[in-house]
């Protein structure tokens, strides 16, 4: 589309070939057939059948699909049945929870306009608005939706409510005079675009654009073609889900062809060997189990007034390491309020948010009200302010359903809760005459009568337009004094610089005669009152929330439409951190992709940005690999939400094409949930890795078991049939236990994970091998123990299936914690869940081993109460064992921690012993005069170092980068390291924070001290 909004009227009418009278019935057909109706393309969604068929897109589920089929042709028909079973009830679980259709473009529909008043045949007329077309002229008036994209040519005090389109905190006034080209779309007055309200005033404008090329449209087609990435858990499970299986079909076959060829085992035999290891070693329980836990933790989530649309979100939550949050309504309330009052005698503060009249104001910390009677001084000057203020208004607001809701304009609804906090009653005032507020004039006038008697000109607007028709102040006493106007003017820059929407104030005594009042009236005797400070203010538990983020190591970044100003002071209050950096949208314009990903890593605020501003950013955030949650509520927002690993919309305020958009709906508009959303999705994750934990080392047992029995030609110690009655039925009643874990001690004070990290660590896989050994020797030890015992060969498979799931039974209360031992006050009877689980399981074994059908269908025999006695003493002993792994491990990490926190003492004295060589010599030195230096005084300390050796420094592009193992430095070389920085507090910092750090060079180690830089060669530390 042309940039209709820097040409001038009739420059666009002629462009469009249309004219002020509008167009012709006969011009319109043809121009509606060339370019098609004014309505939004259907999206197309997955059906339900694409959706169930997707279910089976997993490698493990292949390889029991085959089995399934191996069995088939082999009729072991039971084994078929099972098998296809476990498949069906996990595709059935994974087809219902994932069935939501993506909604968001048709709830962008839902915004355009159904009619529209135009122009045809010189006539007005109301016509639906998907017959409108380019050259169209087009009536737009209070209440009306914009059903178009216009370039307007007539705008009486016509503001415009833009907000879900451009995140402005307050309708948009309207103009015809072209504006500047690099103009975003919030700046440009002389435009109104579809889907937007008419808040006041009237207007007329030619239809500059239609359908897909409307703003809306564009947003429309973006959202399509935005690219959903999968979770980092979707990622994992998959690279994890390939690895294993390359790892069971290998290992299947290759001891298919050892029990063929080198055992010269039968042709079914070794079928069912090879087919009893797959099922052994498929974890076939854990997709389910992974995606219960996440379904409990979605209800749990609920309760915390955050609704999860897609399941996957709840455990990306807790990968997070960026927010990018939208300011208006989200991190503010989207209502305007008064923070600041300043007039000629007083300065005065106000708190609350909102319209509701609650909220105190004061004065040098002493809290004034019009109606307090121990306030000496009796505040005329807030009187007479806050009177102009309430009466000179057209606003009201009321309470409804406990929510005070604003009729008129939000800067308006901001006066008349400041009247409310400040007590003033308007209920004795008359109306006479007024002037109405106009774009071109920047101010309203009344004529009131109060009740005492008397009739007052009140007067309020733009601060310059007032200053310029007064020529006194109030001063003491309310009595009139002379125009401070260089005070004035200072007042006014320092609110606009906070980023406060400035109104002043005046006020003129006319006789008990006058009933109209003129513009030349507002010329004459005018006094000067004062000003206020309004801005859309933040939510304080939003505070507290960015507090929170902060802590766990999440950055918090603003992302809005509103002015820098605006954004920086809100900021500000916010908390947020590295202020000094913001950014507006034009910058983002200047800077390429490369550049925008360095831009982002310093960058907190990001002022006057479109919706593909904001797209791009998430982009950039993810391209630096980092893991971001978006948050909004306007239809520019919808692209970036779907974009972002977490989209988290609005459910009061929030559009619905946001909602839609969006993984996570916050039902209480409220930022502090999302931290409490954060915890929630780091519980799922560690609960789910206390799932895996557990369901490992149970397939890994059973295939060491299958394993050991194939390479030593041995009877099958267990069925294929009863490895996978083992798997689901501990899945369904132990696993599920971990589900209900409450979280990890100060589990919101440790640092996001690493995106990439795999969720396996090398300790993990070590104690996952050590149980896998232990659970597996004691399952084929009493095996072996039966057979030559002389139990037959059901009787002994059942009692090792039985000491199989009493080993489960007892690791479980092992893997409900991820650090630590049970053994401690309160841990072991913690988790209720744990022990009717427990309790399940016996059941479901006794009705296994003593229920006749199930010994046929499972070919399994009862067993005798020594033989519990066995099992249970055996399951009691690997408890224990694991309790001892899990103590000598903790006494291990402690150890590793002192050594750390050693080595971090060292590290303090060297920045120290670097600070205090800098101080002493300054610069300008020759680079062997500093290193000299720094030795002699490395060693008055103690710290050891030796030069000949050249720091060992790895090269990458234009940073330094090399493995990380210590904060800065690593005794036995240096180990620099510019991902991860921190200062001696510990707290996270940027690259330009006034530390010791490296930077620029291979092989040199440079210290910067505030930009100032001394390079050492040939130093290292042991």
């Known amino acids: 589309m042309t940039d209709f909004h820097v040409q001038?009227?009739?420059?666009?009418?002629?462009?469009?070939?249309?004219?002020?009278?509008?167009?012709?019935?006969?011009?319109?057909?043809?121009?509606?057939?060339?370019?098609?109706?004014?309505?939004?393309?259907?999206?197309?969604?997955?059906?339900?059948?694409?959706?169930?068929?997707?279910?089976?897109?997993?490698?493990?589920?292949?390889?029991?699909?085959?089995?399934?089929?191996?069995?088939?042709?082999?009729?072991?028909?039971?084994?078929?049945?099972?098998?296809?079973?476990?498949?069906?009830?996990?595709?059935?679980?994974?087809?219902?929870?994932?069935?939501?259709?993506?909604?968001?473009?048709?709830?962008?529909?839902?915004?355009?306009?159904?009619?529209?008043?135009?122009?045809?045949?010189?006539?007005w007329t109301e016509i639906d608005a998907d017959q409108l077309v380019p050259g169209d002229i087009v009536r737009l008036k209070s209440g009306d939706r914009v059903p178009a994209d216009l370039r307007l040519l007539e705008a009486k005090n016509l503001r415009i409510e833009e907000s879900a389109l451009t995140g402005e905190s307050e309708p948009a006034a309207k103009q015809v005079e072209p504006v500047h080209a690099d103009a975003v779309i919030g700046d440009r007055y002389s435009m109104a675009y579809s889907g937007t309200m008419v808040a006041a005033g009237r207007g007329k404008g030619v239809v500059a654009a239609t359908g897909t090329e409307t703003e809306l449209g564009k947003i429309n087609k973006e959202i399509e073609e935005v690219e959903t990435l999968e979770t980092p858990l979707t990622r994992q499970m998959k690279r994890f889900g390939k690895f294993l299986s390359i790892i069971i079909v290998g290992m299947a076959l290759l001891l298919g062809l050892i029990g063929r060829f080198i055992k010269d085992m039968g042709l079914d035999e070794v079928f069912l060997s090879s087919i009893a290891f797959a099922v052994a070693a498929i974890p076939e329980g854990l997709p389910a189990i992974l995606t219960i836990t996440m379904a409990l933790g979605v209800r749990r989530m609920a309760g915390r007034n955050a609704i999860v649309r897609k399941l996957t979100a709840v455990e990306t939550l807790g990968s997070v390491t960026v927010i990018c949050s939208d300011k208006t309504g989200t991190l503010t309330r989207n209502e305007m309020a008064v923070r600041h009052i300043v007039t000629g005698t007083g300065r005065y503060e106000v708190s609350g948010t909102g319209y509701t009249p609650e909220g105190k104001i004061t004065a040098d910390d002493q809290e004034v009200s019009l109606q307090n009677k121990k306030d000496k001084k009796g505040r005329k000057d807030l009187h007479t302010l806050v009177e102009i203020m309430s009466l000179c208004n057209d606003t009201t607001v009321r309470e409804e359903e406990g929510r005070w809701k604003l009729d008129g304009e939000p800067t308006e609804g901001a006066l008349v809760a400041l009247a409310g906090k400040a007590g003033f009653d308007s209920s004795g005032y008359e109306r006479i005459d007024e002037i109405p507020f106009e774009s071109e004039n920047k101010f309203m006038a009344t004529l009131n009568q109060a009740p005492e008697g008397g009739r007052r000109i009140l007067l309020k607007g733009a601060p310059d337009r007032l200053l310029e028709m007064c020529d006194s102040q109030l001063g003491a006493e309310d009595e009139p004094e002379p125009l401070d106007r260089s005070f004035w003017e200072e007042v006014r820059e320092r609110l606009s610089r906070q980023g406060l929407r400035v109104l002043a104030a005046a006020v003129r005594n006319v006789p008990e005669e006058k009933e109209s009042i003129l513009k030349e009236d507002l010329h004459e005797e005018m006094v000067f009152a004062g000003m206020v400070g309004i801005i859309d203010p933040p939510r304080p538990e939003a505070i507290e929330a960015i507090k929170t983020c902060h802590r766990a190591g999440i950055r918090v970044v603003m992302i809005t439409g509103d002015h820098a100003g605006t954004a920086a002071a809100i900021g500000r209050e916010m908390g947020l951190e590295n202020m000094e950096h913001g950014l507006t949208g034009a910058d983002l314009e200047a800077a390429s992709d490369e550049d925008l990903k360095e831009m982002v890593q310093k960058t907190r605020i990001f002022a006057r940005t479109s919706p593909q501003h904001k797209l791009r950013l998430v982009k950039a955030f993810q391209a630096n690999g980092d893991v971001v949650a978006m948050t909004g509520d306007g239809v520019n927002d919808a692209p970036s939400l779907k974009r972002a690993d977490v989209g988290v919309a609005m459910g009061i305020k929030g559009t619905e094409a946001a909602k839609e958009a969006a993984k996570i709906v916050l039902t209480d508009d409220n930022f502090n949930s999302i931290g409490q959303a954060v915890e929630e999705g780091r519980t799922i994750y560690d609960n789910m890795r206390k799932a895996i934990l557990f369901i490992l080392p149970t397939n890994g047992a059973e295939a060491l078991t299958i394993l050991v029995a194939i390479l030593f030609g041995m009877t099958m110690p267990l069925t294929p049939v009863q490895i996978l009655w083992v798997n689901m039925v501990t899945a369904v009643t132990l696993a599920m236990a971990l589900a209900f874990e409450a979280s990890e001690p100060n589990i919101m004070e440790r640092p996001p994970r690493k995106p990439g990290t795999p969720i396996l660590g090398r300790t993990m896989l070590l104690h996952i091998t050590f149980?896998?050994?232990?659970?597996?020797?004691?399952?084929?030890?009493?095996?072996?123990?039966?057979?030559?015992?002389?139990?037959?060969?059901?009787?002994?498979?059942?009692?090792?299936?039985?000491?199989?799931?009493?080993?489960?039974?007892?690791?479980?209360?092992?893997?409900?914690?991820?650090?630590?031992?049970?053994?401690?006050?309160?841990?072991?009877?913690?988790?209720?869940?744990?022990?009717?689980?427990?309790?399940?399981?016996?059941?479901?074994?006794?009705?296994?081993?003593?229920?006749?059908?199930?010994?046929?269908?499972?070919?399994?025999?009862?067993?005798?109460?020594?033989?519990?006695?066995?099992?249970?003493?055996?399951?009691?002993?690997?408890?224990?064992?694991?309790?001892?792994?899990?103590?000598?491990?903790?006494?291990?990490?402690?150890?590793?921690?002192?050594?750390?926190?050693?080595?971090?003492?060292?590290?303090?004295?060297?920045?120290?012993?670097?600070?205090?060589?800098?101080?002493?010599?300054?610069?300008?030195?020759?680079?062997?005069?500093?290193?000299?230096?720094?030795?002699?005084?490395?060693?008055?300390?103690?710290?050891?170092?030796?030069?000949?050796?050249?720091?060992?420094?790895?090269?990458?592009?234009?940073?330094?980068?090399?493995?990380?193992?210590?904060?800065?430095l690593c005794f036995g070389s240096i180990i620099v390291d510019l991902k991860f920085r921190e200062d001696l507090s510990g707290r996270k910092i940027a690259p330009e924070a006034n530390c010791l750090r490296a930077t620029g060079y291979p092989k040199a180690l440079l210290v910067d001290f505030g930009g100032r830089k001394l390079k050492y060669k040939k130093l290292i530390f042991d």
């Open 8 to 123: 001038a009227p009739d420059a666009v009418l002629e462009e469009l070939k249309s004219s002020r009278d509008g167009l012709d019935s006969d011009g319109a057909a043809g121009r509606l057939e060339e370019v098609g109706p004014n309505r939004l393309p259907q999206s197309s969604g997955e059906g339900p059948i694409v959706r169930f068929l997707k279910q089976f897109n997993n490698p493990l589920i292949y390889i029991l699909l085959a089995a399934s089929v191996v069995t088939a042709v082999r009729q072991y028909w039971v084994d078929t049945g099972v098998i296809l079973g476990v498949v069906i009830i996990n595709t059935i679980i994974g087809f219902i929870q994932e069935g939501k259709a993506e909604k968001a473009m048709e709830s962008i529909r839902e915004m355009l306009s159904l009619d529209a008043h135009v122009l045809r045949d010189r006539d």
């Open 771 to 968: 149980v896998s050994l232990l659970i597996g020797a004691a399952t084929l030890g009493v095996f072996l123990f039966g057979r030559q015992d002389e139990m037959s060969l059901p009787v002994a498979r059942t009692l090792a299936l039985n000491t199989l799931v009493m080993g489960e039974l007892f690791y479980l209360f092992n893997s409900r914690y991820l650090h630590g031992t049970n053994l401690k006050p309160g841990r072991l009877f913690s988790n209720s869940a744990a022990w009717i689980s427990a309790g399940a399981l016996l059941g479901f074994q006794a009705i296994f081993i003593y229920v006749p059908f199930m010994n046929t269908l499972f070919e399994a025999a009862p067993l005798s109460p020594i033989h519990w006695l066995i099992s249970l003493g055996i399951g009691l002993g690997i408890f224990l064992i694991v309790e001892g792994e899990k103590v000598l491990i903790g006494l291990i990490g402690r150890k590793g921690s002192a050594d750390h926190g050693r080595k971090r003492e060292d590290i303090r004295s060297i920045i120290q012993a670097a600070k205090s060589v800098h101080e002493a010599l300054g610069e300008g030195l020759p680079e062997g005069a500093y290193r000299d230096a720094l030795e002699k005084e490395f060693q008055s300390r103690d710290i050891p170092c030796r030069k000949e050796r050249e720091v060992p420094i790895l090269y990458r592009g234009s940073e330094l980068e090399t493995q990380y193992r210590a904060d800065f």
